[in-house]
């Protein structure tokens, strides 16, 4: 790793730079993609919030056998309460259970590459835009706690996979009736394609391209993890894609399951 | 009667003013074309850098209505009505009107530990074709520095200069560090020295790539990834404990061996 010292010189601070000191020339509406992002966002935290504290009834449809994805696995004693059989663990937790399991897909689009780019512009404005000036005078990055906790992603998406599989088992779970058989019904519809819509958010995770076979120098001396990088590689590209589909499915998942619980609309069965 | 407003930034170290030029538009120009006219028929004292026209020299980078953009490949009918603002790059000292000093960029490119391929075998290197290509996106760039320019790293924090490699300079990190022919292991010096931590991953550099190389999914998070290989992942590390590897690989640091 030698680095020629004879050749390095001191990089030379200060000079004046060119044009005018404002924060921005663009003309064009730079604004409208950070207000947007806030704007789902706060939406999705204000819900997700709600959902957590005080949603703690019909997030079970135990009719249909629907499961609302943020009370799963449904762990505590509110469980039994709202009739959901499979609750093996915590009986003692008296709380949400939604505190305990939202920790973990929070942590990890929280430390996600793609929701690192969208909150940094659009809440810490560092920058809002490109070319637009930083709303903050020092700037470290995530050089330093809390942000170098950002490097810890990768644990993260390996909770994430448990969810996933979870969240798989409560999408067939839902075809099978609670007294026998098979059914089919929009519910069932709505939580496969939250369940996939997760693996896709998952599977295309940067962190998931590393692991897989980015982190080799040499291709050719292991192709059985050149495979597993060509294949996740066109998923990375559709990353942020998948990262707003599955926060807005789960979203909805969670309301379709609670509107059918409570009676506001009906579970539609297609057989 | 003209029907265009330049409005460009002409001065130098000593200041500088926004000054309006009048002129006819022409079909099928681009930025530079125009700046070419102002300079024959009323300023010929407007300094800018240009050498293909072509979109592969890099030279003619500047800010076009506040958007870092090469002058030679942004035509004149894809920018809004109204004045266009040219300026010179933000982020490096000013040399005169629309010519910035970039030298910053050469110091950076200096420090970067060069490809350390092992002794020659008998017949020579051979490289796989799959592992050539994984370089080819990052041997595109052109040294324009509009990602350099545009990095709020150093474009709002002058004082992270001194340790910041930019992103033009995390593609040759990262193409050195996927090479499979190189032995030197650069995660240390370009986590700790080279300010990788201090890239947000804000993709800035990526919008304004005229080569459109994926700067950011393709380079700086791989190299980020490979940071927290060498440095943060707990179970990485202790793994290297136990079966007692260095961060090299026995191969590699063999083949720095005389």
Known sequence: MAVDDATITEVQLGGRRGGPDVATLRTDKWWKLPVTTVAVLSAFIVYATWAAFFGTSNFFYEAHNLLSPFYSPCLGSICKTQGVTSSPFLGWWQLSPALIILVFPLGFRMTCYYYRKAYYRSFWRSPVACAVQDAHSTYSGETRAPLILQNIHRYFFYFGLVFNVLLTIDAVQAFIWPGGGVHMSVGTLVLCLNASLLWLYSLSCHACRHLCGGQVRNFSKHPIRHKLWKFVTPLNAKHMQFAWMSLIVVAMTDVYVRLVASGTITDFKIF | ?258
């Not at chain 2, 490809?115 to 592992?131: C, K, L, S, T, V």
């Not at chain 2, 980020?224 to 590897?245: C, M, N, Q, S």
């Open chain 2, 1 to 258: 009667m003209a029907d265009l407003t330049m409005r460009i930034w002409r001065g130098d170290q000593d200041g500088g003013e926004l000054v309006d030029y009048e002129i006819d538009s022409q079909e099928g120009e681009v930025v530079l074309d125009v700046i070419h006219r102002l300079q024959a028929t009323q300023a010929p004292d407007l300094a800018c850098r240009w050498n293909c026209k072509a979109g592969k020299c890099g030279s003619c980078s500047a800010e076009i209505n506040g958007m870092p953009r090469l002058m030679c490949m942004t035509r004149m009918d894809q920018l809004p009505e109204g004045p266009i603002t040219i300026t010179p790059m933000r982020t490096f000292p000013i040399i005169r009107d629309l010519v910035t000093d970039v030298s910053f960029n050469f110091e950076m490119a200096k420090r970067v530990p060069a490809f350390n391929p092992p002794a020659m075998p008998e017949g020579g290197y051979r490289m796989q074709q799959i592992d050539v290509e994984r370089g080819q996106e990052f041997r595109k760039c052109i040294e324009c520095f509009m990602c350099q320019n545009v990095c709020h790293v150093i474009r709002d924090h002058e004082e992270n200069k001194v340790n910041y490699a930019g992103p033009r300079f995390f593609i040759r990190y990262a193409e050195l560090e996927m090479h499979p022919l190189d032995t030197n292991d650069r995660r240390e010096l370009v986590r700790e020295k080279m300010g990788l931590g201090l890239c947000n991953i804000t993709k800035c550099c990526t919008e304004v790539c005229p080569e459109h190389i994926k700067i950011t999914d393709n380079a700086i998070i791989p190299l980020k990834e490979r940071a927290v290989d060498a440095h943060y992942d707990p179970v990485a590390w202790l793994g290297r404990k136990i079966t007692r590897r260095t961060k090299r690989s026995a191969a590699e640091a063999a083949a720095d061996r005389p």
